[in-house]
């Protein structure tokens, strides 16, 4: 049972690249969350996914998409990187939203 | 809107000492807490959780605490051992059109020294 797992761990990305950060889940939860750390600063709400084909957004939603492909996994979307988007970002999931949440390892990203 | 804020950033405690975490929220509808714990490198990890009909509540070796009064939640660690050591946040969750919306707060480094 291997829970939230995100790929990748690292990348480094040039400003104005893209890239999308996957997520899957294996506990067949309803809801899932894409949150980024920045340093002393605590867990910000980008997007979630309450269930199943519904996707909305959180605190800082503003130059990232998500897809929720299907129960299992949520992608985060980077359409073109920008310097303040270097961050840790955590993939969750909970069996319903505000629940209890599991998070994946997270992926470091900076952006240069 | 309203934020969950802790009350102090650092802790630093010797191993075996008792542990309190504190954490202040300001929206008197929020009637759900969670607390967490993050190892360095690692996601943040589900610790104990409380409903605002309870004022207390315990796990091994933690206690939550809840005064909906002064609208303050404390996490209590017993026995602090170095493993202890991590980053805790609290977790405030409002409900709100059929679900709950989770805020995080900054987050207590907790230090335990040997």
């Known amino acids: 049972n291997a829970g939230v797992t995100q790929t990748p761990k690292f990348q480094v990305l040039k400003t104005g690249q893209s890239m999308t950060l996957q997520c899957a889940q294996d506990?067949?939860?309803?809801?899932m969350y894409w949150y980024r750390q920045d340093p002393g600063m605590g867990l910000r709400l980008i997007y979630y996914?309450?269930?199943?084909?519904?996707?909305d957004k959180g605190e800082v939603p503003n130059g990232y998409n998500v897809s929720r492909l299907n129960k299992r996994e949520f992608s985060l979307r980077l359409e073109s990187a920008a310097p303040s988007q270097t961050s840790v970002y955590f993939c969750?999931?909970?069996?319903?939203?505000?629940?209890?949440?599991?998070f994946g390892q997270g992926t470091r990203l900076t952006v240069v | 809107g309203e934020s969950v804020g802790l009350h102090l950033p650092t802790l630093s405690v010797q191993e075996g000492d008792n542990s309190i975490i504190n954490c202040a929220y300001s929206?008197?509808?929020?009637?759900?807490f969670i607390w967490y714990k993050q190892e360095s490198g690692k996601g943040p990890q589900f610790i104990i959780d409380?409903?605002?009909?309870?004022d207390k509540r315990q796990g091994q070796r933690v206690t939550v605490l809840l005064n909906k009064t002064v609208k303050h939640l404390s996490l209590q660690i017993a026995a602090t051992q170095p493993g202890d050591s991590a980053v805790y946040f609290c977790?405030?969750?409002?409900?709100?059109?059929?679900?709950?919306?989770?805020?995080f707060g900054r987050g207590t480094s907790l230090i335990v020294h040997p």
């Open positions: 969750a999931s909970s069996v319903n939203r505000g629940e209890q949440a599991f």
């Open positions: 506990m067949n939860h309803n809801s």
């Open positions: 996914s309450a269930s199943e084909g519904t996707t």
């Open positions: 929206n008197s509808a929020s009637d759900y």
């Open positions: 409380i409903r605002s009909n309870m």
């Open positions: 977790a405030e969750n409002m409900w709100s059109g059929g679900s709950y919306i989770p805020t």
